[in-house]
């Protein structure tokens, strides 16, 4: 029933920033927990960060941690993931994700919704 659509990818110059977002419609946004993965080319699809319902609490890879910011608004029924510092190995197609139960949150099984996706390309 939840549906999640991406936006806000690009291209963006090594060392730049960008915002991603994730609208959410269809379900109580406040039921979920959510996360954000991405899938490089040639890869396969990795936990980026991950935000818990009950307590609004951060998760990171620590690929990105320092680097990228995970947080919502509830008024929007939007997820965002703000990225600093981007770097070439940053390329990737990102993806949002969300989920009523908090098991394992760093795999793809654990999200049984999911977005269509973004690009996001750093250039060097």
């Known amino acids: 029933q939840v549906q999640l659509i991406e936006s806000g990818g690009g291209l963006v110059q090594a060392g730049g920033s960008l915002r991603l977002s994730c609208a959410v419609s269809?379900?109580?946004?406040?039921?979920?927990?959510f996360a954000w993965f991405r899938q490089p080319p040639g890869k396969e699809r990795a936990f980026v960060g991950a935000i818990r319902r009950a307590d609004t609490s951060t998760f990171y890879a620590d690929s990105v941690k320092g680097r990228f910011t995970i947080s919502k608004d509830n008024a929007q029924d939007t997820v965002y993931l703000q990225m600093e510092s981007l770097q070439p190995e940053d390329t990737a197609v990102y993806y949002c994700?969300?989920?009523?139960?908090?098991?394992?949150?760093?795999?793809?099984?654990?999200?049984?919704?999911w977005g269509q996706g973004t690009q996001v390309t750093v250039s060097s």
């Open positions: 269809g379900g109580s946004f406040s039921t979920y927990n």
């Open positions: 994700a969300a989920a009523q139960s908090w098991v394992v949150f760093t795999t793809t099984n654990a999200y049984n919704h």
